[in-house]
Structures are given as C-alpha cells and as structure tokens.
C-alpha cells in the first residue's frame, strides 16, 4: 500500500520559516504530480504548489515569492520550504500525489501554526 507522510509542522512567529516534507514509500517520480494543499476548518483544501514529474512547478497567488516546493528523488520526499510565513498561513498542510488512472493519495497532514 503506498503511502505518504508528512512531517515538519509546528508554530512559528510570523515572519519565521518552515520545512514540510512528505516521504512517499514508492518512488516518486512515478507519480503524475506531487504537491502539497492546505485546508482551514470550514474552507475547502486549497492548492499551495505543485510538481508535475518533468520538474514544473505552479503555486498559489498568495504563496509566490515566499514557498518553494522541491523533491528528493533519492528519499522519495517532497519538500515545501515556507519562508516569511503570515498568519493567514495557519491551517492543516497536506500532501497529495496523483497517478494516471488512478485515486489521488493524500498524506494525514500537519497543522502549522503562525502566530506570535
């Protein structure tokens, strides 16, 4: 069963940095794309960044110029830097990654916390 798990969560002041990353237990250039959502309760998840397996990368408006998302093909691991982080950032970050043809996986979240 493929998995993926993500770690790096916490609370940070706003202004500070964090680093999520997701480890898949397959190799990750099998999948479509990887990336990495957010979700605040009563919202729907929202795109944060995403990697298609070439290496192309888009990200949310609100997250440009501030997160970078990068993979480790060697561990299997997506990683999302997050940098100058704000307090509308808080929310549950999660992992996804989609495979042709069949159902997105998703990992179980982190919460991160921006608050002073």
């Known amino acids: 069963q493929v998995q993926l798990v993500e770690t790096g969560g916490g609370l940070v002041q706003p202004g500070g940095s964090l680093r999520l990353s997701c480890a898949a237990s397959?190799?990750?250039?099998?999948?479509?794309?990887m990336g990495w959502y957010r979700q605040v309760p009563g919202n729907q998840r929202e795109l944060v960044a995403d990697?298609?397996?070439?290496?192309?990368?888009i990200y949310a408006d609100s997250v440009k110029g501030r997160f970078t998302i990068y993979r480790d093909l060697a561990k299997k691991t997506m990683y999302l830097q997050m940098k100058t982080l704000k307090p509308e950032d808080t929310a549950v970050y999660y992992c996804?990654?989609?495979?042709?043809?069949?159902?997105?996986?998703w990992g179980q979240g982190t919460q991160v916390t921006v608050s002073s």
């Open positions: 996804r990654a989609t495979r042709t043809g069949l159902a997105a996986l």
């Open positions: 397959v190799s990750i250039f099998s999948f479509a794309s």
């Open positions: 990697m298609a397996s070439g290496g192309t990368a």
